[in-house]
Protein backbone atom coordinates (compact mmCIF):
# COMPACT_ATOMS: atom_id res chain seq x y z
CA UNK A 1 0.00 0.00 0.00
CA UNK A 2 3.00 2.37 0.59
CA UNK A 3 4.60 1.58 -1.99
CA UNK A 4 1.29 2.25 -4.63
CA UNK A 5 0.76 5.19 -2.64
CA UNK A 6 4.51 6.36 -3.32
CA UNK A 7 3.76 5.75 -6.87
CA UNK A 8 1.06 7.61 -7.14
CA UNK A 9 2.79 10.32 -5.80
CA UNK A 10 5.50 10.01 -8.33
CA UNK A 11 3.24 9.46 -11.26
CA UNK A 12 1.07 13.04 -10.25
CA UNK A 13 4.30 15.43 -9.83
CA UNK A 14 4.35 17.97 -11.80
CA UNK A 15 7.65 18.36 -14.23
CA UNK A 16 8.59 14.99 -13.69
CA UNK A 17 5.31 12.99 -15.02
CA UNK A 18 5.16 10.31 -17.10
CA UNK A 19 4.15 11.78 -20.83
CA UNK A 20 4.95 15.41 -19.86
CA UNK A 21 5.77 16.84 -23.32
CA UNK A 22 9.22 18.09 -23.40
CA UNK A 23 12.49 16.57 -23.75
CA UNK A 24 16.41 17.62 -24.72
CA UNK A 25 16.05 17.86 -28.28
CA UNK A 26 14.63 19.38 -31.01
CA UNK A 27 10.71 20.79 -31.35
CA UNK A 28 10.52 19.44 -27.12
CA UNK A 29 14.39 20.69 -26.36
CA UNK A 30 14.57 23.73 -23.55
CA UNK A 31 14.80 26.74 -26.00
CA UNK A 32 10.91 25.60 -26.91
CA UNK A 33 10.06 24.62 -22.95
CA UNK A 34 8.79 28.49 -22.48
CA UNK A 35 6.14 28.42 -25.18
CA UNK A 36 3.96 26.20 -23.00
CA UNK A 37 5.21 26.21 -19.59
CA UNK A 38 5.71 30.35 -19.02
CA UNK A 39 7.43 29.89 -16.02
CA UNK A 40 10.96 28.93 -18.29
CA UNK A 41 11.58 32.27 -19.01
CA UNK A 42 11.61 33.57 -15.74
CA UNK A 43 14.70 35.62 -14.55
CA UNK A 44 15.21 33.54 -11.50
CA UNK A 45 15.58 29.93 -13.35
CA UNK A 46 18.44 27.25 -13.29
CA UNK A 47 20.42 26.07 -13.65
CA UNK A 48 23.52 28.82 -13.73
CA UNK A 49 26.81 29.00 -13.95
CA UNK A 50 28.39 29.86 -11.10
CA UNK A 51 31.83 32.04 -11.21
CA UNK A 52 33.46 31.20 -7.84
CA UNK A 53 35.11 34.78 -8.31
CA UNK A 54 31.39 36.93 -8.43
CA UNK A 55 30.22 35.15 -4.78
CA UNK A 56 29.39 36.54 -1.72
CA UNK A 57 31.15 34.31 1.32
CA UNK A 58 28.79 34.04 3.90
CA UNK A 59 28.96 31.85 7.69
CA UNK A 60 25.71 30.15 7.63
CA UNK A 61 24.23 28.26 10.86
CA UNK A 62 25.13 24.77 10.51
CA UNK A 63 23.24 22.55 7.45
CA UNK A 64 21.64 19.63 9.16
CA UNK A 65 20.16 16.36 7.76
CA UNK A 66 18.35 13.99 10.17
CA UNK A 67 17.10 10.78 9.89
CA UNK A 68 19.23 9.76 7.64
CA UNK A 69 21.45 6.68 9.60
CA UNK A 70 18.23 4.52 9.56
CA UNK A 71 18.23 1.85 6.60
CA UNK A 72 15.45 2.53 3.91
CA UNK A 73 13.60 0.91 1.44
CA UNK A 74 13.60 2.55 -1.84
CA UNK A 75 13.23 1.68 -4.80
CA UNK A 76 14.29 3.57 -8.62
CA UNK A 77 12.15 4.59 -11.45
CA UNK A 78 12.28 5.83 -15.49
CA UNK A 79 10.15 8.46 -15.68
CA UNK A 80 11.53 9.00 -19.31
CA UNK A 81 13.76 12.18 -18.37
CA UNK A 82 15.59 11.01 -15.11
CA UNK A 83 16.03 7.85 -13.14
CA UNK A 84 14.18 8.59 -9.60
CA UNK A 85 14.82 7.56 -6.26
CA UNK A 86 11.96 7.45 -4.01
CA UNK A 87 12.02 6.05 -0.11
CA UNK A 88 8.87 3.67 0.51
CA UNK A 89 8.20 5.68 4.01
CA UNK A 90 7.35 9.28 4.07
CA UNK A 91 9.28 11.67 6.48
CA UNK A 92 12.67 9.29 6.09
CA UNK A 93 15.08 12.20 6.05
CA UNK A 94 14.49 16.25 7.18
CA UNK A 95 17.12 19.07 6.47
CA UNK A 96 17.05 22.60 8.32
CA UNK A 97 20.09 25.12 9.12
CA UNK A 98 22.12 27.01 6.80
CA UNK A 99 20.33 29.01 4.24
CA UNK A 100 16.97 27.36 5.38
CA UNK A 101 17.78 28.44 8.94
CA UNK A 102 15.44 27.01 11.14
CA UNK A 103 12.90 26.15 8.74
CA UNK A 104 12.55 21.94 8.40
CA UNK A 105 12.42 20.44 4.61
CA UNK A 106 11.22 16.84 4.26
CA UNK A 107 12.90 14.43 2.00
CA UNK A 108 10.43 14.07 -1.67
CA UNK A 109 13.22 12.38 -3.84
CA UNK A 110 16.38 11.97 -5.66
CA UNK A 111 17.65 11.87 -9.40
CA UNK A 112 20.25 12.32 -11.37
CA UNK A 113 21.26 14.30 -14.68
CA UNK A 114 23.86 13.60 -17.47
CA UNK A 115 25.39 13.94 -19.99
CA UNK A 116 26.69 12.36 -24.20
CA UNK A 117 30.04 11.59 -22.49
CA UNK A 118 31.93 12.13 -19.35
CA UNK A 119 32.94 15.67 -20.13
CA UNK A 120 29.10 17.15 -19.92
CA UNK A 121 26.14 16.53 -18.06
CA UNK A 122 25.78 18.57 -14.68
CA UNK A 123 22.89 21.42 -14.69
CA UNK A 124 24.95 23.73 -13.16
CA UNK A 125 28.24 24.55 -13.71
CA UNK A 126 31.28 25.90 -11.54
CA UNK A 127 33.44 28.72 -13.67
CA UNK A 128 31.88 27.50 -16.63
CA UNK A 129 33.31 23.98 -16.06
CA UNK A 130 30.42 21.05 -16.19
CA UNK A 131 30.86 18.05 -14.86
CA UNK A 132 29.36 14.15 -16.08
CA UNK A 133 26.95 14.00 -13.55
CA UNK A 134 24.45 15.89 -11.38
CA UNK A 135 22.56 14.56 -8.07
CA UNK A 136 19.17 16.41 -6.75
CA UNK A 137 17.95 14.95 -3.51
CA UNK A 138 14.81 17.21 -3.40
CA UNK A 139 13.28 18.41 -0.05
CA UNK A 140 9.68 20.56 0.31
CA UNK A 141 9.17 22.62 3.26
CA UNK A 142 7.08 20.36 6.18
CA UNK A 143 4.77 23.76 6.70
CA UNK A 144 3.43 22.69 3.63
CA UNK A 145 2.61 19.12 4.02
CA UNK A 146 3.03 18.18 0.69
CA UNK A 147 5.09 19.06 -2.03
CA UNK A 148 2.37 19.89 -5.32
CA UNK A 149 1.30 23.12 -1.99
CA UNK A 150 5.06 23.55 -1.67
CA UNK A 151 5.24 23.78 -5.84
CA UNK A 152 3.06 27.26 -5.14
CA UNK A 153 5.51 29.10 -2.64
CA UNK A 154 9.32 30.85 -3.24
CA UNK A 155 10.94 29.17 -0.29
CA UNK A 156 8.63 25.50 -1.11
CA UNK A 157 11.71 23.49 -2.06
CA UNK A 158 15.31 23.03 -0.88
CA UNK A 159 17.34 21.15 -3.22
CA UNK A 160 21.02 19.51 -2.61
CA UNK A 161 22.99 19.30 -5.62
CA UNK A 162 25.96 16.98 -6.20
CA UNK A 163 28.44 17.43 -8.96
CA UNK A 164 30.39 14.10 -10.09
CA UNK A 165 33.77 13.24 -11.81
CA UNK A 166 34.88 10.11 -13.27
CA UNK A 167 37.48 7.84 -11.64
CA UNK A 168 38.99 4.73 -12.17
CA UNK A 169 37.23 2.64 -9.83
CA UNK A 170 33.35 2.51 -9.20
CA UNK A 171 31.97 4.18 -6.23
CA UNK A 172 30.91 1.52 -4.59
CA UNK A 173 27.83 3.51 -2.83
CA UNK A 174 26.27 3.74 -5.90
CA UNK A 175 26.52 0.20 -7.10
CA UNK A 176 22.72 -0.64 -5.48
CA UNK A 177 21.59 1.91 -8.03
CA UNK A 178 23.33 1.19 -11.29
CA UNK A 179 23.10 -2.49 -11.00
CA UNK A 180 19.38 -1.86 -11.45
CA UNK A 181 19.24 0.59 -14.19
CA UNK A 182 18.87 -2.50 -16.68
CA UNK A 183 15.84 -3.36 -15.38
CA UNK A 184 14.25 -0.14 -15.55
CA UNK A 185 15.45 1.09 -19.10
CA UNK A 186 11.81 1.41 -20.34
CA UNK A 187 9.67 4.58 -19.32
CA UNK A 188 7.28 3.59 -16.55
CA UNK A 189 9.52 0.84 -15.18
CA UNK A 190 10.39 0.69 -11.31
CA UNK A 191 12.51 -1.66 -9.61
CA UNK A 192 13.10 -1.47 -5.76
CA UNK A 193 16.69 -1.80 -4.11
CA UNK A 194 17.89 -4.94 -3.19
CA UNK A 195 19.21 -3.84 0.27
CA UNK A 196 18.19 -1.19 2.43
CA UNK A 197 19.76 2.19 1.32
CA UNK A 198 21.72 4.24 3.82
CA UNK A 199 20.94 7.98 2.54
CA UNK A 200 23.21 9.86 5.13
CA UNK A 201 26.52 7.52 2.73
CA UNK A 202 25.15 9.66 -0.20
CA UNK A 203 23.60 12.81 1.62
CA UNK A 204 27.06 13.16 3.90
CA UNK A 205 29.65 11.27 1.68
CA UNK A 206 32.29 13.21 3.79
CA UNK A 207 31.22 15.22 6.82
CA UNK A 208 34.39 17.67 6.86
CA UNK A 209 33.15 18.86 3.48
CA UNK A 210 29.52 19.00 4.34
CA UNK A 211 29.70 23.27 5.29
CA UNK A 212 31.39 24.24 1.58
CA UNK A 213 28.50 24.95 -0.33
CA UNK A 214 26.83 27.29 -2.90
CA UNK A 215 23.60 28.71 -2.54
CA UNK A 216 21.18 30.95 -3.99
CA UNK A 217 17.49 30.90 -5.16
CA UNK A 218 16.37 29.37 -8.37
CA UNK A 219 13.63 27.03 -10.43
CA UNK A 220 12.83 23.10 -11.12
CA UNK A 221 15.28 22.33 -13.97
CA UNK A 222 12.59 20.89 -16.11
CA UNK A 223 9.07 22.14 -16.96
CA UNK A 224 7.30 23.74 -15.24
CA UNK A 225 10.21 25.65 -13.92
CA UNK A 226 8.72 27.06 -11.50
CA UNK A 227 10.63 29.36 -8.91
CA UNK A 228 10.22 27.74 -5.97
CA UNK A 229 13.80 26.22 -4.76
CA UNK A 230 16.55 27.13 -2.58
CA UNK A 231 19.59 25.49 -4.13
CA UNK A 232 22.46 24.08 -2.42
CA UNK A 233 25.51 22.76 -4.36
CA UNK A 234 28.32 20.94 -2.47
CA UNK A 235 31.83 22.06 -3.56
CA UNK A 236 32.99 18.59 -3.19
CA UNK A 237 32.64 16.32 -6.01
CA UNK A 238 31.81 12.88 -6.08
CA UNK A 239 33.24 9.70 -7.96
CA UNK A 240 32.03 7.30 -10.41
CA UNK A 241 33.24 5.23 -12.65
CA UNK A 242 33.21 5.33 -16.58
CA UNK A 243 30.92 1.93 -16.66
CA UNK A 244 28.42 3.51 -13.68
CA UNK A 245 28.35 6.59 -15.92
CA UNK A 246 27.62 4.90 -19.20
CA UNK A 247 24.80 2.65 -17.82
CA UNK A 248 22.81 6.28 -16.96
CA UNK A 249 22.83 6.95 -20.89
CA UNK A 250 20.87 3.15 -21.06
CA UNK A 251 18.08 4.35 -20.32
CA UNK A 252 14.97 4.82 -22.89
CA UNK A 253 12.77 7.87 -23.84
CA UNK A 254 8.66 7.61 -23.57
CA UNK A 255 9.75 7.24 -27.80
CA UNK A 256 11.74 4.48 -27.05
CA UNK A 257 15.14 6.29 -27.69
CA UNK A 258 18.36 6.01 -25.63
CA UNK A 259 18.22 9.07 -22.72
CA UNK A 260 21.97 9.99 -23.54
CA UNK A 261 21.73 13.41 -22.13
CA UNK A 262 18.98 15.69 -19.81
CA UNK A 263 20.84 18.03 -18.73
CA UNK A 264 19.29 21.99 -19.20
CA UNK A 265 21.49 24.82 -20.34
CA UNK A 266 22.48 27.40 -17.82
CA UNK A 267 20.45 30.66 -17.86
CA UNK A 268 21.03 34.02 -16.77
CA UNK A 269 21.72 34.40 -13.43
CA UNK A 270 20.06 38.11 -13.60
CA UNK A 271 20.34 40.37 -10.03
CA UNK A 272 20.95 36.78 -7.96
CA UNK A 273 23.88 37.05 -5.46
CA UNK A 274 25.37 33.25 -4.99
CA UNK A 275 26.58 32.70 -1.62
CA UNK A 276 28.98 30.96 -0.69
CA UNK A 277 29.66 29.67 2.70
CA UNK A 278 32.61 29.47 4.66
CA UNK A 279 32.71 26.84 7.42
CA UNK A 280 32.11 28.22 10.91
CA UNK A 281 34.97 26.24 12.59
CA UNK A 282 37.77 27.89 9.85
CA UNK A 283 36.68 31.07 11.39
CA UNK A 284 37.27 29.14 15.07
CA UNK A 285 40.26 29.95 17.19
CA UNK A 286 42.44 27.07 17.37
CA UNK A 287 42.02 26.00 21.24
CA UNK A 288 38.59 24.92 20.85
CA UNK A 289 38.73 21.37 20.17
CA UNK A 290 37.18 20.31 16.10
CA UNK A 291 35.58 17.81 17.90
CA UNK A 292 32.89 20.08 19.72
CA UNK A 293 32.25 21.66 16.68
CA UNK A 294 31.98 18.64 14.31
CA UNK A 295 28.98 17.53 16.93
CA UNK A 296 26.33 20.03 14.79
CA UNK A 297 27.81 19.08 11.41
CA UNK A 298 25.86 16.04 11.34
CA UNK A 299 22.71 15.80 13.44
CA UNK A 300 22.37 19.12 15.03
CA UNK A 301 21.13 17.28 18.37
CA UNK A 302 24.49 17.30 20.05
CA UNK A 303 25.37 20.39 19.55
CA UNK A 304 22.45 21.46 21.89
CA UNK A 305 23.33 18.97 24.68
CA UNK A 306 26.67 19.50 25.34
CA UNK A 307 25.79 23.37 25.87
CA UNK A 308 22.80 22.22 28.17
CA UNK A 309 24.89 19.80 30.04
CA UNK A 310 27.67 22.58 30.90
CA UNK A 311 24.32 25.14 31.92
CA UNK A 312 22.84 22.63 33.86
CA UNK A 313 26.42 22.24 35.70
CA UNK A 314 26.42 26.02 36.35
CA UNK A 315 22.67 26.07 37.71
CA UNK A 316 23.60 23.54 40.00
CA UNK A 317 27.07 25.36 41.28
CA UNK A 318 24.81 28.26 41.91
CA UNK A 319 22.30 26.76 44.07
CA UNK A 320 25.07 24.59 46.14
CA UNK A 321 26.58 27.75 46.76
CA UNK A 322 23.56 29.79 47.61
CA UNK A 323 22.41 26.71 49.97
CA UNK A 324 25.65 27.11 51.74
ZN1 LIG B 1 17.10 17.79 -11.28
Known amino acids: MV ?35 HACIGKHQSPINIEEHNVKNVSLPPLKLFGIDNPSLSFVANNGH ?43 LINN ?21 A ?26 IVQVLPEIETVGNEKALREPLLLGRLFVPDTATMQDYFTYNGSLTTPPCLEVAIWIDFKDHQR ?12 RTQEGNKLTHNF ?25 PRTYHRFDEHSGQRDVKVPFSIIALGVLFAILLFAI
Not at 14 to 28: A, I, K, M, V
Not at 240 to 251: C, G, I, K, V, Y
Open 151 to 176: LNHPDGLAILAYLYEVSPNPNPMYEP
Open 82 to 124: TVMLKINESKAAMLSGGPLENDVYVFEQLHFHWGENDYEGSED
Open 3 to 37: FSVATLGLLLLPGFCLGEDFGYDGNHGPSHWGEEY
Open 264 to 288: RPVQPLEDRIVLHNIPREQNTPKNI
Open 240 to 251: LSHEQLAAFRDL
Open 129 to 149: HSFPMEMHAVFYKEDYKSINE
